[in-house]
Nanobody, 121 residues
Framework: QVQLAESGGGSVQAGGSLRLSCEYT?????MGWFRQTPGKGRERVATFHVGGSLNQYIESVRGRFTISRDNAKKTLYLQMNNLKPEDTGMYYC?????????????????WGLGTQVTVSS
């Protein structure tokens, strides 16, 4: 069983930045961030798989968000810059066994409780 705990959410104005952190108890093949925004279901924000050379981002955040990991600290990060009101939502850290590309929520069986991000215009 993998446990995940997110932190770092908050309220910022458009154009601001936040860094989300997720402490995990064990590394898995797939790791990433998802969000649930008003009016939408849960969507993938940024994910990667162990051994992969590319981090995967949804188009709307590419160039603004960066996913990274510190294995020594067992912490996953999501640096979010130039935030927009449409980025508002609950952000979830996720981990899973895959296999293959970690591009859908079905590849992730472990989820944190989420951290709220609110961006005002």
């Amino acid at each position: 069983q993998v446990q995940l705990a997110e932190s770092g959410g908050g309220s910022v104005q458009a154009g601001g930045s936040l860094r989300l952190s997720c402490e995990y108890t064990a590394s898995t093949y797939c790791m990433g961030w998802f969000r649930q925004t008003p009016g939408k279901g849960r969507e993938r924000v940024a994910t990667f798989h162990v051994g992969g050379s590319l981090n995967q981002y949804i188009e709307s955040v590419r160039g603004r968000f960066t996913i990274s990991r510190d294995n020594a600290k067992k912490t996953l990060y999501l640096q979010m810059n130039n935030l927009k009101p449409e980025d508002t939502g609950m952000y979830y850290c996720a981990a899973g066994s895959g296999p293959g590309l970690c591009s859908t929520s079905e590849k992730f069986e472990y989820w944190g409780l989420g951290t709220q991000v609110t961006v005002s215009s």
